[in-house]
């Protein structure tokens, strides 16, 4: 009884009601957008590199070094002499070791330059190895192993033709058109940035930047091709026989004195930026309870005004025999009809905006967001919001039991 006099109390003020639901949709959709991408962001940030104890570079800030060589994000100052990595990977707690070149890309894709060591130690999430949906590894000079975003979304399959060309820009002007690579490998899902790139072999990254006529005689010359090596990459990768000479180590290439390099803890890095990105988290979790208290305010706002407008209907129900509680609970429960359908419609919207929105995300930021939002933190929110709006709402509803108490007694 109680819910249906509500139900039909607010189809009676529809307009109001509707526009007044839809501004709590869309505070909730910004509340719970903020806190769910922020959320996704540190999962898809966190599940990206596991079991690499150290990653080289050239001397720059530790988060700079590393979003460029494991999140693709950016570009390295400077370039690692190759002869420089191959001093400091005999180093006698080096267990294996990863080299990196980056700098081209395939249709705003990265290509990366590396050796057949990283499908074999590279591992994300909780140390998962990379696996192959087809295919296997790179053999030969012009061998590529592609993402599975990249597979998915240019429409390639094995032994298809990619052309690699200088820059990360989406349209580049200087093509390595005259070395064609050829798909031998598409790797299975990971949600992280290895699904937007495109390996190469290390050697096949020398090659195509040496000049046109010398480049064509080392693609007929096998054995010369053998014996190319880079004369820099952009970082490397190291795994260490020991957890507890990772300090020793990093301290040695720090002090490296053939050149000035950088060495840093995945994990110490990534620290320092959710350090930084933390004042912003919170200025953005702060605006989106403004907007929904805002929007609380204004439902409350709404149903304070509706008050001397209903003063008729009041009279109706105390006339026919309504408890002066039952007035109150009766606006009490068209706060929370109203609240409970906004924050429902939010949660809607925004999956939907997710759902559309998850592959450009992932191509433009290197972000996997996943669409599903319920989570405990979630439900946290939803009672929190629906508590607030029951405590708002005891405003109007303790005048709406005033007024009907005076009516009552006035009746008698």
Known sequence: MLFKVALA??????????????TIAVSVFVLLGVEHIRVEARQSFSKTVSGVDLIVGARTGQINLLLYSVFHIGSATNNVAWSSYQ????????AWHVPVSLGDSH??????????DYF???????KQSLEFAKGQ?????????????VANKLGYQLNDDIEVSHGVAKISFKKHDDHPFKVVGILKPTGTPVDQSIMVNLKAIEVIHQEKTHAQDQHADHEDEDRLV??????FMLGLKSRAATFIVQRDINNFSDEALLAIIPGVALSELWQMMGVLEKILALIAMLVLVASLLGMITMLLASMKERSREIAVLRAIGAHASFIFLMVELEALLMTLTGVVLGSVLLTVTLLLSQGWISSEYGLFIDVNLF???ALYYFSGILIMAGLLALIPALMAY???LARGLAAK
Request: proline share 3%.
């Open 375 to 377: 989570s405990e933190t």
């Open 9 to 22: 109390s607010l189809l009676n003020r529809k307009l109001t009601a509707l526009l007044t639901t839809l």
């Open 230 to 235: 880079p004369k820099f990459i952009s970082a």
């Open 120 to 126: 074999k130690y590279f591992k994300y999430a909780k």
């Open 107 to 116: 249709k705003g894709y990265r290509v990366m330059g590396t050796s057949d």
């Open 402 to 404: 005033r007024s009907s």
């Open 137 to 149: 590894v790179f053999d030969d000079v012009y061998d590529a192993v592609i993402g599975a975003e």
């Open 87 to 94: 001093k400091l990977v005999q180093h006698p707690q080096v």
